[in-house]
């Protein structure tokens, strides 16, 4: 069973939700490259809901000189997007998922394949975790405090998490890495 793994960008005081300037998607110091690049060797698709594909849609596959890498991961990654009013995702090597989104991401969970990593996406990552579809929680925590903004985790919802992984940066960003503690 393939794993599903959240990685999200996350202020100090738990905001997923960018209404401030505190993240820039084009700016990764060297010392985070490495990280970023073993996690993205790991994942051979993104699911993303339709605001955030459309997100990426409009800015990466413009970008020119893209030294992070992203643009040509993000072509060439197989995308699934969940959506009830796109037809037409206009972007190479995407899949519209439709209807119930827990159900769809059940059915590419037992698909053959590597991870597959969900980024942004509030209003989706909230009912896969309710289900308990989340394998891995991956949180790069920027040293902003935003005082507003929608969380990763939907309200009501607690689950205790294991540590498999922490590194800080010269940047003041941290990065941890969860999974839920079974049992």
Known sequence: MRPLVITQNITVDGSIEMLDDWFDPTDSP?????LLQRDSAAC????????????????????ENDTTGITDELNALEKYVVTSTMTD??????????GDPVAAVRELKEQDG???SLTGSITLCHPLIQAGLVDEYRL???????????????SGVQERLELREHHAFSSGVTYTRWTPRKG
């Open 30 to 34: 060297p010392d985070q490259q490495q």
């Open 89 to 98: 995702p206009a972007w190479q090597h995407s899949t519209l998922l439709t």
């Open 44 to 63: 051979d698709a993104i699911l993303l809901g339709r605001q955030t594909f459309e997100d990426f849609r409009g800015f990466w596959p413009v970008q």
């Open 114 to 116: 590597a991870e597959i």
């Open 140 to 154: 790069w925590t920027y040293p902003y405090v935003q005082g507003r903004g929608r969380r990763l985790f939907p």
